[in-house]
């Protein structure tokens, strides 16, 4: 028999997670050795760091798709005030 302590699966918080992968990024400490501390297995603290660099890609790519969201919106209502002035201006033309 092993004298090794057998990790259990319990759920895990969200801040949990990304205190073990932040200090996984950092690589102060082996994986092995934040997974003893954390009592968790190394494969999942590599996978939760795989996971956090993921998630940064995403951060920085939705900033760019808001700014173009921002855009459209601004467009559609530039259109619709350059619609709304094209038909007062015709309706004023027939009127005189």
């Given at each position: 028999?092993?004298?090794?302590?057998?990790?259990?699966?319990?759920?895990?918080?969200?801040?949990?997670?990304?205190?073990?992968?932040?200090?996984?990024?950092?690589?102060?400490?082996?994986?092995?050795?934040?997974?003893?501390?954390?009592?968790?297995?190394?494969?999942?603290?590599?996978?939760w760091k795989a996971r956090l660099?993921?998630?940064?890609?995403?951060?920085?790519?939705?900033?760019?798709?808001?700014?173009?969201?921002?855009?459209?919106?601004?467009e559609e209502a530039l259109y619709?005030?350059?619609?709304?002035?094209t038909y007062e201006n015709a309706?004023?033309?027939?009127?005189?």
């Open positions: 028999m092993s004298n090794q302590k057998t990790i259990s699966r319990t759920p895990r918080s969200a801040e949990f997670k990304a205190k073990v992968a932040l200090e996984a990024y950092r690589g102060n400490k082996t994986v092995n050795e934040i997974a003893l501390a954390y009592q968790v297995h190394p494969g999942q603290v590599a996978q660099l993921e998630g940064v890609k995403e951060i920085f790519s939705q900033g760019n798709q808001t700014r173009e969201k921002q855009k459209m919106v601004e619709e005030q350059i619609g709304r002035l309706w004023l033309k027939k009127k005189l």
